[in-house]
């Protein structure tokens, strides 16, 4: 059995989520103690407890430890099954976590899948939507496999009540060098809200005109969504080259000016528009699943975050592949997969 100290590397519910994926992949049970230890309220919380729910769900697997709080989870795996599942995480918990949980191992299972999640879509902590549908599942399906993904309804925090659904054809995963991102092919920004005033989403695309003076006035809109999928909203900035697509988002928070948030969203987008990597930080942590299970391939990032070292941690811990982080000349950094 595999254990795994949770107060180790970036110390979040990344490493619950993973190791589960990783699990029922390989077939190898695992123990994790000091669940998320670094954080202000330790243990698990509602989502991880569904996500962890959810890949016992899909294999039969079993668990222990497995309630809100628990700092301590033993889970042995069984084998991940296709059909039709439907998963609520209650409130706004993120869809798109429980998704990353149960994705991988339904890809390479013997058959089709269809499941349906309900909670958060664009929450903070965790990549909306528009993120795993544009951004990250166009580099799964590029690697064999056939997913598509349909936004049914919005879920903000706190309120959550969202809705996804998503289609998965299982393949093979054939291993790709994500390397160069291709000529590129424009920018956009969309303020999205519901159930709040619309100044709050103009006074976000204000800023952040202000902070992207090279991008076209057309480039900026404004999305209001029916008042019950709300209160919430979520900026947008996103980047289009062939190969890749970058979204960087800034989600509305009590207390923090909408000003604030713009400024650090384009920020952080002209950070990578500066440089010259395929995957922004988030996408990193993504990939690191499927490239490893695919045996090797390689992409390259921007500045590897503790997140992207623990999710490599954790996927050698499984699979005992070498991946390997090489820092390159134009200040990139190499992940492959040997």
Not at 215 to 228: G, I, N, V
Request: hydrophobic share 40%.
């Amino acid at each position: 059995m595999i254990t795994i100290d949770g107060s180790e590397g970036e110390g979040g519910g990344q490493m619950v989520r993973n190791s589960c994926a990783l699990s029922l992949v390989t077939g190898q049970p695992f123990r994790i103690t000091n669940i998320r230890a670094k954080r202000s309220k330790p243990g698990l919380m509602r989502q991880h407890v569904t996500a962890v729910e959810a890949a016992a769900a899909i294999s039969g697997s079993e668990c222990s430890g497995l309630t809100v709080g628990s700092c301590d989870l033993t889970f042995r795996p069984g084998k991940a099954q296709a059909g039709e599942y439907h998963f609520a995480v209650g409130t706004a918990g993120s869809t798109g976590l429980v998704l990353q949980t149960v994705l991988m191992p339904l890809l390479l299972a013997e058959g089709r899948s269809r499941l349906v999640l309900e909670g958060g879509t664009h929450n903070m902590l965790a990549p909306p939507f528009d993120f795993i549908e544009r951004c990250f599942l166009p580099i799964v399906n590029r690697m064999g496999p056939r997913v598509s993904a349909r936004l049914v309804r919005h879920g903000f925090y706190p309120r959550g009540g969202g809705r996804i659904e998503v289609e998965i054809e299982p393949a093979p995963l054939v291993p790709v060098a994500c390397v160069e991102r291709g000529a590129f092919q424009g920018v956009s920004a969309q303020a999205t809200y519901c159930g709040l005033p619309g100044e709050i989403p103009l006074r976000m695309l204000e800023r952040a005109r202000k902070d992207l003076p090279d991008w076209e006035e057309e480039s900026f809109a404004m999305r209001k969504l029916p008042e019950d999928q709300g209160p919430g909203v979520i900026l947008m900035l996103e980047a289009d080259y062939d190969h890749v697509t970058e979204i960087v988002s800034g989600f509305g928070q009590l207390g923090v000016p909408a000003e604030k948030l713009a400024k650090t969203a384009a920020a952080r987008m002209l950070g990578f528009l500066d440089c010259e990597a395929f995957a922004g930080p988030y996408l990193a942590d993504q990939l690191i699943l499927p490239f490893v299970l695919a045996g090797s391939g390689s992409f390259t990032t921007v500045k590897p975050s503790q997140h992207l070292r623990t999710a490599i941690d954790i996927a050698q811990r499984f699979t005992g592949k070498s991946i390997k982080l090489i820092q390159q000349f134009d200040g990139s950094h190499l992940v492959s997969v040997e």
